[in-house]
Nanobody, 126 residues
Framework: VQLQASGGGLVQAGGSLRLSCSVS????????LGWFRQAPGKDREFVAA???????TNYANSVKGRFTISRENANTMFLQMNSLSTDDTAVYYC?????????????????????WGQGTQVTVSS
């Protein structure tokens, strides 16, 4: 399984970005997926997760109401980010969990993901 994150960039506070994660897998729908981020000097933190069937999502409190995670049949996951603030500046990573999960289960713990993309930089200026 290979993941490729894209869509990062420089945006002003209050602006929006849409991140994409292309998942190279024969059975895309078999994997719960998630977004994580890591700011300089900080640990990697959970941002959002979506279940295999796309019916269940989970968000970190810091992004709830501003970010939306989704997945499309064409092996792509998205993270729509609105009302961005300087606190959202980080490298964003997408991840896939290949362990057996129920169709509506989400995974929020980084250590439970076994496939990671290379990360895309998001910088929010004030």
């Amino acid at each position: 399984v290979q993941l490729q994150a894209s869509g990062g960039g420089l945006v002003q506070a209050g602006g929006s970005l849409r991140l994409s994660c292309s998942v190279s897998a024969r059975t895309f729908s078999s994997y719960p997926l998630g977004w994580f981020r890591q700011a300089p000097g900080k640990d990697r933190e959970f941002v959002a997760a979506i279940s295999k069937n796309g019916d269940t999502t989970n968000y970190a409190n810091s992004v709830k109401g501003r970010f939306t995670i989704s997945r499309e049949n064409a092996n792509t996951m998205f993270l729509q980010m609105n009302s961005l603030s300087t606190d959202d500046t980080a490298v964003y990573y997408c991840a896939a969990d290949s362990r057996p999960r129920s169709p509506d289960q989400v995974v929020v713990t980084p250590s439970l993901y076994d496939y990671w993309g290379q990360g895309t930089q998001v910088t929010v200026s004030s």
